[in-house]
């Protein structure tokens, strides 16, 4: 099983660097959608075959995560 736990956001900074990262992968697949549809994925060779519309999706719960993870660093101060 792989650890991600090496890259939880332990700092405010890193929490809100998390969120920042996290908006901008989702503006990054909205905007990749716009231009080619949701059932495009990258065509490059090697490419996962993930299409827009898993990747929104998959993005969209990374940024509820951070949202989460931030939100309670900020009651808690
Ligand atoms: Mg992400």
Redesign the pocket.
């Known amino acids: 099983m792989k650890d991600d736990s090496v890259y939880f956001p332990v700092t405010m900074e890193q929490k809100l660097g998390y969120l920042v ?2 908006c901008g ?1 989702v503006l990054a697949a909205v905007g990749k959608t716009q231009r080619w549809g949701l059932e495009s994925f990258n065509p490059e060779p090697g490419a996962s075959k993930e299409t827009n519309r898993e990747w929104i999706l ?2 969209m719960t ?1 940024l509820e995560n951070a949202c989460a993870i931030l939100r309670r660093a900020l009651e808690n101060v």
Request: aromatic share 0%; glycine share 0%; net charge negative.
């Open positions: 990262e996290e992968e998959r993005e990374d």
